[in-house]
Structure formats: C-alpha cells, structure tokens
C-alpha cells in the first residue's frame, strides 16, 4: 500500500510560482511511477504530469509543458511539482498517485490533495 499526503499549495498571484510536494509512506514506493492529477471547481480531475519509478522518465499534459516540472526523492519517499507561471485557470485542487499503467492511469484511492488558488 502506498499512503500519501500532498501539501505546497496555498494563493499565488498569476504568473507566480508553488511548489509542491507528496510524501508517502509504505516500503513499495520506490516501485510506482507517480502522477500529479488535479480537479478545478466544476470540472473532472485531469492528469497534470507524471513520472517514472527511478525519475528517469517523465511525461506531461500538453497544457503544462514548459512550465511544470515533476520530480521525486525516492530516498525521501517525496514526489514533487515545481508550477512556474501559473494562471487563474489552473486554481485547482492537486492530487498525487501511484500510476498502475504508464502514463496516465493511477491507483483508484484518492488522498485530500492540496488547494491551489491562483488570482488574477
């Protein structure tokens, strides 16, 4: 089992920066590739990025290329999200899995995430 908790997130003006970040705990971690999803108010969840069990491989949403970067700790059981030049569009709640499948399909367990608002 993989149990994890995100946390970063908080208000930014547009443009602005957050960083965030997704411990977990359970001996396997180090096995899963992780994805970032998030979930804006009134809308579906939707895959952000993702990235492979030894960080090699990373993958990301046309929408957030250039500006997202994801990373992980494996040492530190942490998986991050660096977010540049966010805009009010993406004000959402983000949410980090284990991927069953590469590299868009997580776990169905979902954690509290983490709120980002993003101000205009």
């Known amino acids: 089992q993989v149990q994890l908790v995100e946390s970063g997130g908080g208000l930014v003006q547009a443009g602005g920066s957050l960083r965030l970040s997704c411990a977990a705990s359970g001996r396997t971690f180090s096995y899963y590739a992780m994805g970032w999803f998030r979930q804006a108010p009134g809308k579906e969840r939707e895959f952000v990025a993702a990235i492979g069990w030894r960080g090699d491989s990373t993958y990301y949403a046309d929408s957030v290329k250039g500006r997202f970067t994801i990373s992980r700790d494996n040492a530190k059981n942490t998986v991050y999200l660096q977010m540049n030049s966010l805009n009010p569009e993406e004000t959402a709640v983000y949410y980090c899995?284990?991927?069953?499948?590469?590299?868009?399909?997580?776990?169905?367990?979902w954690g509290q995430g983490t709120l980002v608002t993003v101000s205009s």
């Open positions: 899995n284990a991927l069953k499948s590469w590299p868009r399909n997580p776990l169905d367990a």
